[in-house]
Protein backbone atom coordinates (compact mmCIF):
# COMPACT_ATOMS: atom_id res chain seq x y z
CA UNK A 1 0.00 0.00 0.00
CA UNK A 2 1.16 3.46 -0.96
CA UNK A 3 0.69 4.92 2.65
CA UNK A 4 2.84 2.88 4.14
CA UNK A 5 5.95 4.17 2.16
CA UNK A 6 5.54 7.09 3.56
CA UNK A 7 5.03 6.30 7.56
CA UNK A 8 8.47 8.18 8.09
CA UNK A 9 7.06 11.43 6.38
CA UNK A 10 4.20 13.72 7.26
CA UNK A 11 1.75 12.55 3.97
CA UNK A 12 -1.52 13.83 2.81
CA UNK A 13 -3.35 13.33 -0.40
CA UNK A 14 -4.62 16.35 -2.58
CA UNK A 15 -7.20 17.63 -5.18
CA UNK A 16 -7.03 16.54 -8.69
CA UNK A 17 -3.79 18.20 -10.78
CA UNK A 18 -5.69 20.16 -13.42
CA UNK A 19 -2.53 20.83 -15.66
CA UNK A 20 -1.88 16.74 -15.96
CA UNK A 21 -5.57 15.60 -17.01
CA UNK A 22 -8.84 14.98 -15.45
CA UNK A 23 -8.59 12.14 -12.65
CA UNK A 24 -4.84 12.92 -11.63
CA UNK A 25 -4.55 13.40 -8.00
CA UNK A 26 -1.17 14.17 -6.03
CA UNK A 27 0.46 12.61 -2.84
CA UNK A 28 2.19 15.49 -0.92
CA UNK A 29 4.88 14.41 1.54
CA UNK A 30 7.70 16.05 3.26
CA UNK A 31 10.52 15.85 6.11
CA UNK A 32 12.40 18.01 7.29
CA UNK A 33 14.54 18.41 4.42
CA UNK A 34 12.39 17.45 1.34
CA UNK A 35 8.96 17.77 -0.05
CA UNK A 36 7.94 14.76 -2.06
CA UNK A 37 5.22 14.73 -4.72
CA UNK A 38 3.94 11.91 -6.43
CA UNK A 39 1.16 12.15 -9.72
CA UNK A 40 -1.42 9.51 -9.88
CA UNK A 41 -4.44 8.37 -11.07
CA UNK A 42 -7.26 5.32 -10.84
CA UNK A 43 -8.42 3.98 -13.71
CA UNK A 44 -10.48 1.56 -12.31
CA UNK A 45 -10.96 -0.41 -9.20
CA UNK A 46 -8.49 -0.25 -6.58
CA UNK A 47 -5.48 -0.09 -9.66
CA UNK A 48 -3.32 2.83 -8.91
CA UNK A 49 -1.18 4.17 -11.41
CA UNK A 50 1.98 6.38 -10.97
CA UNK A 51 2.59 8.52 -13.54
CA UNK A 52 5.23 10.64 -11.56
CA UNK A 53 7.13 10.76 -8.59
CA UNK A 54 9.65 13.44 -7.49
CA UNK A 55 11.31 16.24 -5.41
CA UNK A 56 9.94 19.61 -5.02
CA UNK A 57 12.74 22.01 -4.94
CA UNK A 58 10.58 24.96 -5.62
CA UNK A 59 7.16 26.61 -5.39
CA UNK A 60 5.80 25.83 -8.53
CA UNK A 61 6.02 22.65 -10.28
CA UNK A 62 8.56 22.73 -12.82
CA UNK A 63 6.98 22.25 -16.70
CA UNK A 64 9.36 19.40 -16.77
CA UNK A 65 7.37 17.39 -14.55
CA UNK A 66 3.83 17.93 -15.36
CA UNK A 67 5.03 17.22 -18.93
CA UNK A 68 6.11 13.84 -17.36
CA UNK A 69 2.96 13.32 -16.14
CA UNK A 70 1.04 14.18 -18.87
CA UNK A 71 3.11 11.87 -21.31
CA UNK A 72 2.56 8.79 -19.06
CA UNK A 73 -0.98 9.26 -18.56
CA UNK A 74 -1.04 9.69 -22.57
CA UNK A 75 0.72 6.60 -23.20
CA UNK A 76 -1.16 4.57 -20.94
CA UNK A 77 -4.49 5.98 -22.19
CA UNK A 78 -3.49 4.48 -25.70
CA UNK A 79 -2.18 1.24 -24.52
CA UNK A 80 -5.22 -0.75 -24.28
CA UNK A 81 -3.78 -4.13 -23.00
CA UNK A 82 -2.54 -2.03 -19.61
CA UNK A 83 -5.89 -0.75 -19.15
Not at 4 to 15: R, T
Request: charged share 30%.
Amino acid sequence: MISAAFKSVNCHWIPPVKPVGPGVRELRAKDPDNQFRTVYFVPKGNDVVVLHSFVKKTRTTSKKDIDMAKERLKFFNSNRELR
